[in-house]
């Protein structure tokens, strides 16, 4: 009698993730997981954008995503300021362009015209297609040790990996045009968590578990009075039990 395979885990794709951060081989990483190299190797190639596995996605499969387009613009900024690549600064013009028609047209109440955005998804495929031709036609980056034998794919240069990244997530790169309650950035919930990564740079942590718990609420409550427009302290001081009543949402 055959024994059912048993499915990959959360905690198995995020340590496919780490250990290829940390250089493990398929064949290391599927030995320590106790799985076959080509379950492994079938992973990561369903859900690698080309550059890298994402265990998020792999496992939030079905849920629609979008990409920090602030990460993107900071990117493409180190390509042109230090690379001089050109389609670089192609991207990063066009980017601010997208997102400053999706900010006009949430302004007036409106979605951003299907016309314009068919217009900005062309010249997003014509800078990813030049783009790619640059990279095919710069020389291969030399191997660290030439004797060495080479295994898995050839080693490819930092904007080489971007452009593959804008051209297989292209939906999730330019979703905050087509749905307005997507953001241009993630910039807000990465405010929302940078208060408590602050307090365990600087305080080394909390005394005790009621503390944190503690600190996180209030930075909540702070937080969502923020996003709702209302006044922070009476926010605080009011009663809680009726905040939820004037909640808004989107």
Same mark, same amino acid.
């Given at each position: 009698m055959s024994t059912p395979r048993r499915r990959l885990t959360a905690i198995d794709r995020t340590m496919i993730e780490v250990r290829l951060c940390d250089g493990w081989s398929v064949r290391a990483i599927a030995t320590a997981l106790g799985r076959s190299p080509g379950t492994i190797s079938k992973e990561i190639q !369903? $859900?690698?954008?080309?550059? !890298?596995?994402?265990?998020? &996605?792999?496992?939030?499969?079905?849920?629609? $995503?979008?990409?920090?387009?602030?990460? $993107?613009? #900071? +990117?493409?900024?180190?390509?042109?300021?230090? +690379? #001089?690549?050109?389609?670089?600064?192609?991207? %990063?013009?066009?980017? !601010? !362009?997208?997102?400053?028609? &999706?900010?006009?047209?949430? $302004?007036?109440?409106?979605?951003?015209p299907p016309a314009l955005i068919a217009l900005i998804e062309r010249c997003y495929d014509r800078i990813v297609a030049d783009g790619k031709a640059f990279h095919e036609a710069q020389p291969a980056l030399a191997a660290a040790d030439p004797h060495a034998r080479r295994r898995g794919r050839a080693a490819r240069r930092i904007g080489h990996n971007l452009l593959l990244r804008l051209d297989t997530r292209k939906m999730d790169v330019l979703r905050f045009l087509s749905d307005a309650r997507v953001p241009f950035t993630n910039n807000l919930a990465e405010r929302d968590g940078r208060m408590m990564k602050l307090? %365990?740079?600087?305080?080394?942590?909390f005394r005790g578990v009621t503390g944190a718990q503690d600190f996180a609420i209030i930075r909540s409550v702070i937080s969502t009075a923020k996003k709702q427009q209302w006044d922070v302290l009476q926010t605080i001081i009011g009663c809680s039990s009726t905040l939820p009543n004037h909640l808004q949402t989107a």
């Open positions: !369903r $859900h690698s954008d080309g550059a !890298r596995y994402h265990a998020q &996605a792999a496992e939030l499969r079905g849920v629609l $995503h979008a990409l920090c387009n602030a990460h $993107h613009l #900071r +990117e493409l900024a180190a390509l042109v300021e230090i +690379e #001089r690549e050109d389609w670089a600064r192609r991207m %990063q013009t066009l980017l !601010r !362009r997208a997102c400053h028609a &999706a900010n006009l047209a949430r $302004h007036a109440g409106k979605p951003v307090r %365990q740079k600087i305080s080394g942590g």
